[in-house]
């Protein structure tokens, strides 16, 4: 990790000083422990705050896209002769890179507008896993060495086994290094257990539909409708969210269950072919809402009927906007 740390700041520090890019978006060390945050470097002398460690969770790519939309934004009413370009450098993941490709695939921006800094990833830190492990005691410090991590709460210190807080969607990731990059910083990480990538999809297919609807339910009634999900969501960039539209009014803002529903039904469904698993709603939940379960469902789906894997391939449209006449209609005609 420190080798890596260091080759990326010198490679940021490199694309700014030779104006390459505007900004790099990357990670920083965060005021709690367990939590490397998002940052945006503009100075050279700045990229010694770039990190690259066991808790940076958030998918950069939202940042990418926010950035170039407000620029593009704040460019509309320039005159033609004083408008602007801008560049954003970004440290990416395996996951970044995918939805990097998806907003590229759907068009929110130009390839040479994002600079990519390919990183290689074998997961982050779950906060619920380790909240379990720590009986939900405050953590007042931490320290990684080799495949341990170390945690101090007021009860003492606990070491722990990586393994056991990595999150779900990392130990079964299959793309954990980047699909894309202009350049790639140290080696190319391990394969994670990518044959498991579905365990938990095909045990929950297995149950009658009524247990299926009672667990999706549950779930939902712990959601507050913070929108914490959406926000963290690269696939989530509508300029209104349909949430906040009252003409048609889609949703309430009341406290009914059935509203709360719809919203994540229909969030769910947007990122149909679109989710790279990067686990960013998870994380960011404050209920704790078990959002992978129903959003890899539909990526398994996507896979099986379309054979589409999402943001892996940049010249390969997105299942839901295009047709072969190989693609299977069974589900159609026939749904179970």
Not at 120 to 148: D, F, W
Request: with cysteine; proline share 4%.
């Amino acid at each position: 990790m420190e080798s890596i740390e260091k080759q990326l700041r010198e490679e940021a520090k490199r694309l700014l000083v030779e104006k390459k890019v505007d900004v790099i978006v990357g990670y920083e060390k965060g005021t709690l422990p367990l939590c490397s945050v998002p940052c945006f470097i503009s100075n050279p002398t700045d990229v010694e705050k770039l990190v690259w460690d066991f808790f940076c969770m958030q998918n950069l790519a939202k940042y990418v896209h926010d950035l170039l939309f407000q620029h593009k934004e704040s460019q509309r009413n320039v005159k033609p002769e004083d408008k602007t370009r801008k560049v954003v450098g970004v440290v990416a993941k395996g996951c970044t890179s995918r939805s990097l490709v998806i907003h590229l695939q759907e068009r929110q921006y130009d390839r040479d507008e994002v600079v990519i800094i390919g990183v290689p990833c074998t997961g982050y830190v779950a906060k619920e896993k380790m909240a379990e492990r720590v009986s939900g005691e405050e953590i007042l410090e931490e320290r990684v060495e080799g495949n341990r991590v170390s945690v101090k709460t007021a009860g003492g210190v606990k070491d722990i086994l990586l393994r056991d807080v990595i999150a779900d969607n990392c130990l079964t990731c299959r793309f954990n290094n980047p699909v894309i990059s202009d350049m790639m910083i140290g080696d190319k990480a391990p394969p994670m257990e990518a044959d498991r990538e579905y365990v938990q999809v095909d045990e929950f297919e297995k149950l009658p539909l009524e247990e299926r609807w009672d667990y999706f339910t549950g779930e939902m009634s712990r959601c507050i409708r913070c929108y914490a999900c959406r926000n963290a969501c690269p696939s989530c960039y509508c300029k209104v969210c349909f949430v906040e539209q009252s003409r048609p009014n889609w949703v309430g803002i009341g406290e009914d269950q059935t509203d709360t529903q719809v919203f994540q039904i229909m969030r769910i469904f947007h990122t149909a072919g679109r989710c790279v698993d990067c686990g960013s709603c998870v994380e960011v939940c404050p209920m704790g809402v078990d959002l992978r379960k129903f959003l890899k469902k539909l990526d398994k789906d996507s896979f099986e009927l379309f054979e589409h894997r999402a943001g892996v391939v940049l010249d390969e449209p997105a299942p839901l906007a295009t047709f072969r006449d190989t693609d299977k209609e069974k589900f159609i005609f026939e749904p179970e």
